[in-house]
């Protein structure tokens, strides 16, 4: 018998592969129904982890099925290529980033090709590639044509040592991610992109998408928080500083907590703040202090609240003889609603938690269900629940939805305000202060002001020659490339030198690749016939920005005639994270797990050092990361077992969008299988069987068999792919109890059907070892290109059912029967059943309900 030997394997088959160009999808679609299969592409860091290893080969499952089922599959790879990390290791490492991530990109192709996924490689790129980046430059000044693209002041994250802004991720408590400068909050002008024009059709496209997951359509519906409201003005109770004299304008939510108001709070970078802290260098103290922090709303809310009463007053609106103090907060963002609100702390925690801080009044007015007025009070947290109004005047009594159309209508017929939708989503700021990303395709002229390029211009190229010596862009200090000429006028000119962020770089791609070769950004033709995209499959932190960018920007470039559909992605699947312990040694060092023998007494794990001896702490099981040394490295394990034996593993161990800890037992595990699969195949003799319908053995193999084609087909359909291997296991435990020598003519035909079938089910999963049991069968071409094996109904009906019993409603254990069993045999069975009768001991039986082929009810007392 023949080892099985991956090393010599599967490198064959992928040549064969790539010999016959199997995966090549054609730009000119054939008739046959399409699939379009696509994981997030990945960003070229120089070494792919088994979290690419498990994303790529759960698509590869999907894109291998669909195409024995005879679909047109589209599965394409390309690369997320932008960004600062490689402009990072060009400041760190002397290199420059076109080199650095063009290398990257060579060293993790051939590693994704090794993992024998069936992409069509023609239609690679990389989003930093000129060709790419020139058509998206093209859209964008189609977009800025339309409006949908302009430029403002906005308040962002600077980084006075790197000078340049960061995303909110890069603030790590108040510094700068990689300088350790402490951040500040500056204005700057940037360019945005008007994705709040489509908040409505955002929101209400997500209805339509019933193959997304609900939590992710949970998280896009409420980052873009459409909210219904009160937009209103609070009167100054004594002369109004200048250009406020119409009075502080508010946006709430909750109107019918007015007569709760507390104060009123405008955010640190509001008008009137400004204003007040231009003429009071205390306010200016405070402002700065506030700006020290991050502007992302998470930074804001886990920041400690702060304060500081301006010493204004406003009028209540509802109570002319109540007036509230005006403070500067820092937890009020400038971007929602109007940058000032009212306060209810009774009722709302950050309102109650910075009243209380500064000693401010608590007022309830939302009585809870079953409380008493006279005696409720909100203590360390606020009432957010159901409840009636109370303490307000003529809203008493009501409940909350009703009190908030009484508000509205009050303070509309006042003429001090009206009801009004807003949204959390802001525009999308796209502005980034760095080399290494896509030139906005802008000039400005001091005559003409900012000029889209003109096409025939495009792309805007970045220049190769640049240096960084010096802390940030050097876009501003190129000695030539800045200069230009206005387009319009033919003046002097200067190019703009932000360059956009990374997310529009993969907000569009997937419609690239539908034609990478095309002369417009999107050969209309092409993505017509192949988008939406199927079935997406990335991971579940993508789930808002990514995606909500990807949406937007596809209705935008429908609305430009450049798509037809609105939704990209009908499809999504979002992957759990592959993780490993993590292991310190007695200097608090991370450890990489290469180094590390566990030694197993008991039910006590150690670790030492394999080289030292020296103890090692065992620490949490967390995600694979590099700075936590907890990686296992992917061609380590191909070299070992194989990469089938991972790819199944990375299936095998966990459902799909839970995540899988990484163990070497684990993947021994899968190795062992694919051995065991090999030797049924090695140990089947050649030649044609006849079936014979009278061998009990070979009918019980064959029905194994067609039963399996569905349990397999269903996994997959439904991404559970843990339980298509697990039942692949288990058929495994079959065939080896039918084993071909000394077998007789039905057995050994019907280990033939069974292993084609099974040379076919486990295509998607160990591609290599299906080809090479394929060819092991004598099979004419490869399995790859095999149909997708058919049920025969008759072997594949369930003659048996598993019944389980409930005791006084309880479950207790399950029984085995034949199909159709008439009602008394079942309970005849039920009632000798061991398990039942451990229950039973004690208690007489009143009374056995059989429901046919479901369920047996067992009343006893």
Not at 534 to 545: F, P, R, W
Not at 730 to 757: H, W, Y
Request: glycine share 8%.
């Amino acid at each position: 018998m023949a080892r099985y030997n991956p090393k010599d394997t599967e490198p064959k088959w992928r040549a064969a592969w790539a010999n016959a160009n199997t995966f090549l999808t054609p730009i000119t679609p054939d008739a046959r129904p399409k699939y379009y299969v696509l994981e997030m592409f990945p960003y070229p860091s120089g070494r792919i982890h088994m979290g690419h290893v498990r994303n790529y080969a759960m698509g590869d499952v999907v894109a291998r099925y669909k195409r024995a089922q005879g679909f047109n599959v589209l599965h394409p790879m390309g690369w997320d290529a932008f960004g600062m990390p490689a402009e990072n290791a060009a400041m760190e490492r002397g290199v420059h980033p076109k080199g650095w991530t063009y290398d990257n990109i060579a060293a993790m192709r051939e590693q994704l090709k090794a993992l024998g996924l069936s992409v069509d490689w023609s239609r690679e790129f990389a989003t930093c590639d000129p060709e790419y980046y020139g058509k998206q430059q093209a859209w964008f000044l189609r977009l800025l044509k339309r409006g949908l693209v302009y430029r403002k002041e906005a308040s962002v994250n600077w980084d006075p040592v790197d000078m340049t802004v960061l995303a909110n991720e890069q603030v790590i408590d108040g510094k700068g991610w990689r300088s350790g400068a402490t951040v500040e909050k500056r204005k700057l002008t940037q360019w945005f992109l008007r994705i709040t024009d489509y908040a409505d059709a955002l929101i209400d496209g997500l209805k339509t998408l019933d193959r997304w997951p609900e939590k992710v359509r949970i998280m896009q519906e409420n980052w873009i928080g459409r909210s219904k409201g009160l937009r209103f003005t609070f009167k100054f109770a004594e002369k109004p500083p200048a250009g406020h004299e119409d009075g502080l304008e508010v946006y709430t939510t909750r109107p019918d907590t007015l007569f709760g108001a507390s104060f009123v709070g405008i955010a640190p970078e509001h008008p009137l703040a400004e204003q007040l802290a231009a003429a009071d260098p205390a306010v200016a103290a405070f402002v700065a202090e506030c700006r020290k922090g991050g502007t992302s709303e998470a930074d804001i809310e886990g920041a400690e609240k702060l304060g500081r009463d301006t010493g204004l007053r406003v009028v209540h609106p509802l109570d002319p003889t109540q007036t509230l103090p005006v403070w500067i907060a820092n937890f009020i963002l400038m971007d929602y609603g109007t940058g000032a609100i009212f306060a209810c702390p009774a009722h709302d925690q950050r309102d109650l938690d910075f009243a209380r801080k500064y000693d401010l009044p608590v007022k309830p007015v939302v009585l809870p269900p079953g409380e008493d007025a006279a005696t409720f009070q909100v203590g360390k947290e606020a009432y957010v629940g159901p409840g009636s109004i109370f303490n307000s005047q003529f809203l008493d009594g009501l409940d909350i939805e009703a009190a908030k159309t009484e508000a509205v209508n009050r303070i509309e017929a006042m003429n001090q305000g009206q009801g009004a939708t807003v949204y959390r989503l802001r525009d999308w700021g796209v502005s980034r202060q760095r080399y290494w990303g896509c030139p906005i395709p802008v000039i400005h002229c001091e005559a003409c002001g900012p000029v889209g390029v003109p096409e025939d211009q495009l792309p805007v190229v970045l220049p190769d020659d640049v240096a960084f010596d010096k802390p940030g862009n050097p876009l501003l200090r190129h000695p030539t490339w800045r200069h230009t000429t206005c387009p319009t006028c033919g003046g002097k000119a200067e190019r703009e030198t932000d360059t956009l962020d990374t997310f529009v770089d993969s907000s569009w791609y997937f419609a690239r690749f539908t034609d990478p070769t095309a002369a417009e950004p999107i050969s209309k033709a092409a993505a017509d016939h192949w988008m939406p995209v199927d079935q997406y499959i990335g991971g579940v932190e993508h789930a808002v920005l990514h995606l909500l960018y990807a949406r937007f920007i596809t209705r935008a470039l429908k609305d430009e005639g450049l798509v037809s559909v609105e939704e990209p992605f009908a499809g999504l699947f979002t992957q759990g994270m592959v993780t490993h312990e993590a292991y310190k040694n007695a200097a608090g060092e991370w450890v990489e797990p290469s180094d590390i023998r566990i030694t197993v007494e008991g039910n006590t794990r150690t670790a030492s050092h394999a080289t030292t001896g020296e103890p090692i702490t065992i620490g949490d099981i967390e995600k694979m990361s590099k700075s936590k040394k907890n990686v296992v490295a992917p061609e380590d394990i191909f070299e070992a077992y194989g990469v089938d034996a991972a790819r199944l593993f990375v299936m095998s161990d966990s459902p799909p969008e839970r995540d899988v800890q990484w163990t070497n037992s684990g993947v021994e595990g899968s190795w062992r299988f694919t051995h065991r699969v090999w030797n049924e195949f090695d140990s089947q003799p050649a030649g044609d069987f006849a079936h014979d319908e009278a061998d009990a053995a070979a009918l019980a193999l064959r029905k194994g068999a067609h039963r399996l084609i569905g349990f397999v087909t269903d996994s997959i359909e439904g991404f559970r792919f843990n339980s298509g291997v697990a039942r692949l296991y288990e058929f495994l435990n079959m065939l080896k109890a039918a084993p071909a020598e000394g077998a007789s003519q039905g057995v050994l035909a019907a280990r033939a059907e069974a292993l084609e079938i099974l040379a076919r089910l486990i295509s998607p999963f160990t591609p290599h070892l299906a080809e090479e049991a394929w060819a092991q069968l004598g099979k004419s071409g490869m399995v790859v290109d095999a149909p997708w094996p058919k049920a025969d109904p008759a072997l594949a009906a369930d003659d048996e059912r598993v019944l389980p019993i409930q005791i006084n409603g309880k479950r207790r254990g399950e029984i085995k029967v034949k199909a159709g069993t008439a009602e008394a045999e079942v309970e005849k069975i039920a009632l000798a059943d061991a398990a039942v009768l451990g229950h039973l001991e004690g208690l007489t039986v009143r009374k056995v309900i059989v429901v046919k082929d479901r369920i047996v009810n067992i009343v006893a007392g």
